[in-house]
């Protein structure tokens, strides 16, 4: 192993291990003997000088001096626009974006490496930059990718250099801030062990007993040790941290720096590598050890700047060993150390199982010799019947505007080509009332495609399967070449559970009517049929009561500070239940009773017995209040379900009498209740459903499952979509199984106190809308790609879903299919998403121009000079669907097909902020003469990038004499 220069913090920490080792009978901590090596690379940054364009008005905290001083656990932080929201500091309007620190070096230096620690307030974007005289400078890295934790740039300057610079492109929301800022004059690589040199390993340390130095003493069953170990990635170890008791009780004075997690292994075992995951309080700096005895402890790894998040250190260790240790060095938090997974691999993971391109994974799926099939502009899509033909209407409307086909609907005979929807009473899976409700048989030949069910939920969803066979480019609405295949499939598919949705919660924020149907189609794309709008809170109310007008016009104006504001008139609310019950979504709505409800006091005082934000429960104008509410919210929705809130209020029996009530209210209106834990200690009717996310209050107990009541899962470390990322990233929300659900405050199962796999009905996943003031853009940044790992739990097979690495794989290709259709999400990190590109297809008359729709602009004129006989392009001739990929690094070339190149400008926006990649375009113009009788054109577009980032894809122009082409490439 390498060892770098250190500093004299990191020096004093491991001086610190020492003495904690003399001072344990028999610990004793040692390093492998590095070979002496008389130039080993250096950090010349240490002896530099540090300077920032600005820093944050705390300098004895935030001061440049801090990115250089070799003590991982201080930091350099800019100023950025903050108001009240720093109490202690004066406001500024400082815009971060282009500020930079530098370091000027002691001596000129030739460098070969610069690495930067950030803080979560990371650069996203941003330069590295060198200098001779700190006059001129010369960009020798661009970072579009920016990420908190350590980043290891290798740079080739040419010759020495005096200075050395970050400068920033796009800041958080907090500026920019750095734990370290290092520059190496030379970079020795020990070559990465070889995995081919290793058999397939496995998680050894799923057998092992794990210890720790210290554990939470605030709970110390949530935090034990043995949660790191326990292949649950929603618990964890934590270790105990120093505080006055008063918010966290008890108190401690624990000092968690030199703290440690270990593993001791069933038996010896080599260990190809480790993995941690992360939670937020994560150390500055840490250590990986080994030890064959438990007491003797060899370094095998040394790590500073670490992010949220998994971390494999790859150490390829052949000596067995029987312990395996996470050392602490310095915590980068106040809050200690905590780790949710500690994974020792014997050796490399094995490849994951072929995971398809569908999502959810289907039943089976069996893959057929044989040509694809194709849709060409003469396939026509079969209805066996009226009901049928109804949902060949919406398969058509999802495919004509990519396709630019036709795409007629017909009850005749099918012939070759054709796609054949059949709806019959036979037809389809019948496992189950469930997989004959929502399931269906689809079969892809060279002769034509059919799908087989016996609902229409079934043709529907065997529709969403069609679609996601197909290249990404068809969820967007430009007509592109093609060609459109499917390889030869047979797939049998029905779901798991039989609610599968996602909460909006536009109570807090607003979310426009729009905003919401894309929500509502994105969900009903990946086979989610359940949409719960929390419509009131204590932040506003969004629903019209026409018997109470109030609520809307003063809880419709109410919103988080500084979010949107507004409601959803009946009208408006009964057409978007219409648009969901065309794509087979069920809405729920939810007024949340008896808490929350600080809006709805706001419009009508007399609905509160002094309480801001409970309402009297004892009130019979509360009553008379809650039954118009259910009367005309009821109306509005054919759901059986109507959801009640119930949590986070009143207690003891004032909370139980009331919801008994509620629950025979919500009943006189032909509904069923639907409410928030700990909604069964009201010993709930048996048509009642819980909705379960964590018993906060400890009062869970094994008869709240006596009655059997359906159960909706919610688990909060697993299901809320609001949680922030990365700690709750889409590994987190998928790592789990439902029959096994482990409440994080009792780290006990819901099993265990009686709950049956049968009374689960499904799966749900909220999106709390505190901080998404930006709308449904916002929303969707928090939901996706996290609904794609709960809806693969609910839909698919048990068996289908025990590895996260074959789920990401289907969820890789989502990324550019989601781009295509409009949809915003986290590029999770994590995910090796892929990238699409589509090229356009142009077609028009003799002295026409077209557009990138292929149609010819309104008002082009004939092009003088060339007889008449002309064709301009003008506009994108090709598009790039990628989530990582950054605009600025590509360039493109179009060759036209008539012997004519050119450069394309590319348009298009980078992630910032809650926003993702925007689809990049590809921008030419192009006149086109005919010559010889010629009158179409095939080109291709050419993209190159960095790594992954390149591509080239055909363009077709064509003229038609005034009829639009159909050409496929």
């Known amino acids: 192993m390498n060892v770098h220069q250190r500093s004299t913090a990191r020096t004093a920490g491991l001086a610190a291990l020492l003495s904690l080792a003399l001072a344990v009978p028999f610990l004793a901590v040692h ?53 009240d929201e720093e109490p202690s500091y004066p406001h500024s309007d400082h815009d971060p974006t282009n500020d930079w620190i530098t370091i000027e070096l002691a001596d000129p230096t030739e460098i070969a490496r610069v690495t930067f620690n950030w803080q979560d307030a990371y650069a996203r974007r941003y330069d590295v930059q060198v200098s001779t005289d700190g006059a001129a400078w010369t960009t020798v890295a661009a970072i579009e990718d920016g990420r908190a934790g350590i980043r290891e740039i290798d740079v080739d ?18 500026g920019y801030s750095l734990f370290s800022f290092e520059v190496w004059d030379r970079v020795d690589e020990e070559p990465a062990p070889d995995p081919t040199e290793w058999e397939y390993g ?23 040790a043995a949660n790191a170990v326990d292949g649950d990635a929603g618990t964890r170890w934590g270790s105990d941290y120093p505080r006055d008791g008063v918010a966290e009780p008890p108190a401690s004075s624990h000092d968690p720096s030199a703290d440690w997690l270990q593993v001791g292994l069933p038996e010896p075992s080599p260990v190809w590598s480790v993995v941690i995951n992360w939670e937020t309080a994560r150390p500055a700096e840490y250590l990986v050890q080994t030890s064959t005895d438990g007491l003797t402890w060899s370094t095998v790894k040394e790590q500073a700047g670490v992010a949220p998040g998994r971390i494999e250190h790859v150490l390829g260790l052949k000596t067995p060993v029987s312990f395996v240790r996470m050392q602490g060095v310095a915590p980068a938090t106040v809050f200690g150390y905590s780790i949710w997974d500690f994974e020792v691999w014997s050796g490399p993971k094995a490849p994951p199982a072929p995971g398809g391109v569908v999502l959810p994974a289907p039943v089976t799926l069996t893959e057929l010799d044989g040509e694809p099939f194709e849709i060409r502009p003469s396939t026509r899509i079969v209805a066996s019947d009226r009901a049928a033909a109804a949902e060949a209407e919406k398969l058509a409307a999802d495919l004509r505007p990519a396709t630019g086909y036709e795409l007629p609907i017909t009850t005749k005979k099918a012939r070759d080509g054709d796609i054949s929807l059949v709806l019959a009473d036979d037809a389809g899976p019948r496992d189950s009332e469930l997989a004959r409700a929502e399931g269906y048989e689809l079969a892809a030949t060279s002769d034509g495609l059919t799908i087989e069910a016996s609902a229409a939920h079934g043709l529907f969803n065997g529709g969403r399967t069609l679609l996601q066979l197909l290249p990404a480019e068809i969820a967007g609405d430009v007509v592109r070449p093609g060609p459109w295949t499917i390889e030869p499939t047979e797939i049998v598919d029905y779901p798991r559970y039989e609610h599968r949705g996602v909460m909006l919660d536009p109570a807090r924020n607003f979310i426009e009517i729009d905003g919401v149907r894309d929500i509502i189609d994105a969900l009903a794309q990946m086979k989610g049929n359940r949409l719960h709008m929390h419509l009131t809170d204590d932040q506003g109310w969004r629903i019209e009561i026409e018997s ?44 949340d009773l008896p808490g929350h409800s600080s809006a709805a006091i706001a419009a009508y005082p007399e609905l509160s017995c002094g309480s801001t934000n409970t309402v009297c429960t004892t009130s019979e104008t509360v009553d008379r209040f809650i039954n118009d509410v259910l009367a005309e919210v009821g109306a509005l929705t054919p759901s059986e379900l109507f959801h009640i809130g119930g949590d986070e209020s009143i207690s003891g029996q004032p909370y139980i009498d ?25 010993d709930l009717d048996p048509s009642s459903v819980h909705q379960y996310w964590r018993d906060q209050s400890f009062e869970m107990e094994p008869w709240w ?57 499904g799966i749900e996943g909220p999106a709390w809308g505190e901080n998404n003031h930006g709308g449904a853009p916002d929303v969707e940044h928090k939901v996706f790609p996290r609904i794609a790992a709960l809806l693969d739990l609910a839909w698919s097979p048990r068996e289908r879903t025990g590895d996260p690495d074959s789920f990401f794989q289907r969820l890789a290709i ?18 090796a998403w892929t990238s699409a590109a589509a090229g356009s297809a142009f077609s028009g008359r003799d002295s026409q121009e077209v557009g990138s729709d292929g149609a010819p602009d309104t008002g082009a004129t004939e092009s003088p000079g060339h007889a008449g006989r002309t064709l301009t392009v003008d506009g994108s001739v090709a598009t790039i669907a990628s989530p990582t990929c950054a605009v600025g690094s590509l360039t493109a070339t179009i060759d036209w097909g008539d012997g004519t190149v050119s450069e394309g400008v590319l348009s298009g926006s980078d992630a910032a902020g809650k926003l993702g990649n925007s689809l990049f ?42 009829r639009l082409a159909t050409d496929r490439l």
């Open 202 to 224: 496995t998680d050894v340390a799923r057998l092992a007993d794990a210890t720790a130095a210290s554990v939470y003493t605030g709970n110390p069953g949530r935090f034990a």
């Open 814 to 831: 989502q990324g550019p299919r989601w781009q295509f259709a409009g949809t915003n999400f986290w590029p999770d990190p994590e995910v």
């Open 157 to 174: 300057v040419d010759g020495p250099v005096s200075f050395v610079r970050m400068q920033g492109r796009q800041a958080s929301p907090w």
């Open 705 to 761: 499952f006596d009655n059997e009541n359906q159960v909706i899962l919610s688990p909060t470390a697993r299901a809320y979509l609001d949680y922030p990322y990365p700690s709750f990233n889409t590994r987190t929300t998928y790592d789990w199984d439902p029959t096994h659900v482990v409440d994080d405050y009792l780290s006990l199962s819901l099993q265990s106190f009686g709950l049956k796999d049968e009374n689960v009905i």
């Open 31 to 83: 390093g492998a003997a590095a070979a002496e090596d008389p130039s080993p690379p250096r950090d010349v940054a240490l002896d530099g000088i540090a300077v920032a364009a600005s820093e944050f008005p705390d300098p004895a905290r935030f001061a440049a001096a801090f990115a250089n001083d070799g003590d991982p656990s201080t930091r350099w932080g800019s100023d950025y626009t903050h108001g």
């Open 548 to 591: 109470w007008p109030r609520l809307a016009e003063i809880g419709g104006a109410m919103s988080m500070p500084g979010g949107a504001t507004g409601f959803y008139t009946q009208e408006q609310f009964a057409d978007l239940v219409e648009y969901a019950a065309d794509r087979h979504v069920e809405v729920i709505p939810e007024v």
């Open 921 to 962: 375009e590809v921008i030419g113009t192009h006149r086109y003469s005919q010559h010889q009788g010629v009158r179409a054109w095939n080109g291709a577009v050419t993209v190159s990038g960095p790594d992954g980032c390149s591509w080239e894809v055909p363009i077709r122009v064509s003229i038609t004499n005034g």
């Open 658 to 682: 009331f919801i008994k009530k509620l629950e025979g209210f919500v009943m006189d209106h032909d509904k069923r209740m639907v409410g928030w834990t700990p909604l069964p200690m009201a």
